[in-house]
């Protein structure tokens, strides 16, 4: 079993996001839009935007907020596949909700987004639940995302729905205590300053 950082304890919800951000922040000095893709729009949100202009602002959003290093595979190891963007990555990262892997974000109607709607993908953001129920499990930073504006959040949806199609189904949820294979990324237990007002872990229902 190959381990990115083999640690023999997982980490509560929370602490186990703060790690993840710190890799992702370090992924994405190097993580760049593909051809046709690249990040555009402005920091601030037009008043009414055309399709083109939601899809252009999404692209811009998808960027700055490091969406393309979990999602986009070999963007951790400095290599992000432009061919394959955002249709999910086989690293499995660990903690109390099992091993959960980076989704598939293309409009691909078996192995990705393709069977949700504009307004599915804004309620993963706003509820951090998928459309079959399932929860969203960590290192997806949905708290954050459900402080999108209306604009923001379609604009991402649009330029998600835009996407290239790829085939590519991502390995399962892996239940606690139960193994996965291949790459893992574990963490350690939190230290008692970091440990004091976790919450529980969050349930996992389903896939």
Known sequence: ?????????????LVFLGAALG?????????????GGSASGTAATPAAMTHEQKIARGK????????????????????PDTTRWL????????????????????????TG?????????????RHGVKKS???????????NQSHLTDDDAYSIAAYLK?????VHKVPALVPPG????????VFPPPPAWDAKNLPPPPAAAGK
Not at 1 to 13: A, E, H, T
Not at 92 to 108: E, I, K, M, Q, R
Not at 113 to 125: A, K, R, T
């Open 1 to 13: 079993m190959q381990r990115l950082s083999r640690l023999s304890y997982p980490v509560s919800g």
């Open 23 to 35: 890799l992702i922040g370090l992924a994405s000095c190097t993580a760049k839009a593909p051809e």
């Open 60 to 79: 811009y959003l998808v960027v700055v907020e490091n969406c393309i290093d979990c999602h986009t595979p070999g963007t951790f190891y400095n290599a």
């Open 87 to 110: 249709s999910g990555s086989e690293i499995g990262w660990v903690g109390p909700w099992g091993t959960s892997y980076a989704a598939n974000l293309t409009p691909d109607m078996e």
């Open 113 to 125: 987004l393709g069977s949700y709607s504009e307004d599915d993908i804004v309620n993963v953001f």
């Open 133 to 143: 129920g399932a929860p969203v499990m960590p290192p997806m930073p949905w708290p």
């Open 162 to 166: 835009s996407l290239p199609p790829v």
């Open 178 to 185: 139960k193994n996965a294979g291949g790459s893992l990324i």
